[in-house]
């Protein structure tokens, strides 16, 4: 049973089009997380949910619309994608009696926009 | 803003070959530190996390340590499947979000 899991995998898309990406986690938790990895490996939180409430929102353009709609789910959805949006996506989630920064996360999602 | 900077970049050792991989932080108030591992094409995957300066923590071939300014995570006769990149992170009292390294990516050869 895979604990944080995303999909898809792998998204290729045009620019101007949008696409989702949804994650599911079966640990109970209650924070979840949109993380994105550029090409020079640099993880940089987007989003953060607790309880399907939102808690952190990182200078992300609003194309970026992230939906919870229970506490074991988190989605992204994005408008209107750019080629500065191609990069890996993971989702990650935090239960309350884990430290701060005692991550699980997914496998992640590559977005390739052409 | 909180910074992680992680040395060396990349790391290629020989089996058995110990070495360390260095984090540099500057933080608003550190409150934690922690390494996690990333294998290709896989997320990050928890291995410590360090609260004070002086304290250490083991895992197998792994030892991860804290002073002030910096952490290291030692590696002691590695073996080919510890080939990995190792990403180091932060929160502080100003940003109780994760800050993380670029990472150093570690290759183990036979």
């Known amino acids: 049973d895979t604990a944080v899991s995303q999909t898809p995998k792998y998204l290729v898309t045009q620019m101007g089009n949008d696409k989702s990406i949804k994650c599911e986690q079966n640990?109970?938790?209650?924070?979840m997380y949109w993380y994105k990895q550029d090409s020079k490996k640099f993880l940089k939180i987007m989003f953060s949910?607790?309880?399907?409430?939102?808690?952190i929102n990182e200078t992300v353009p609003n194309r970026f619309s992230p939906k919870s709609p229970d506490k074991a789910h988190l989605n992204l959805h994005i408008n209107s994608l750019e080629l500065g949006d191609s990069a890996v996506y993971f989702c990650?989630?935090?239960?309350?009696?884990?430290?701060?920064?005692?991550?699980?996360f997914g496998e992640g999602s590559r977005l390739t926009v052409l | 803003e909180d910074q992680v900077t992680q040395s060396p970049e990349a790391l290629r050792l020989q089996e058995g070959e110990s070495s360390s991989l260095n984090c540099s932080y500057t933080?608003?108030?550190?409150?934690?530190l922690f390494w996690y591992r990333q294998d290709p094409g896989k997320g990050p995957e928890f291995l410590f996390t360090?609260?004070?300066a002086g304290e250490e923590k083991e895992k197998e071939r792994l030892k991860a340590t804290l002073t002030k300014k910096e952490s290291f995570l030692h590696i002691t006769a590695p073996k080919p499947e510890d080939s990995a990149t190792y990403l180091c992170?932060?929160?502080?009292?100003?940003?109780?979000?994760?800050?993380f390294g670029s990472g150093t990516q570690l290759t183990v050869l036979p």
């Open positions: 990650a989630s935090r239960g309350d009696g884990g430290g701060t920064g005692e991550l699980f």
């Open positions: 640990l109970g938790h209650d924070t």
């Open positions: 949910y607790n309880n399907k409430e939102l808690i």
């Open positions: 933080v608003s108030g550190l409150r934690g």
């Open positions: 360090l609260y004070s």
């Open positions: 992170a932060v929160t502080s009292g100003s940003a109780r979000q994760l800050t």
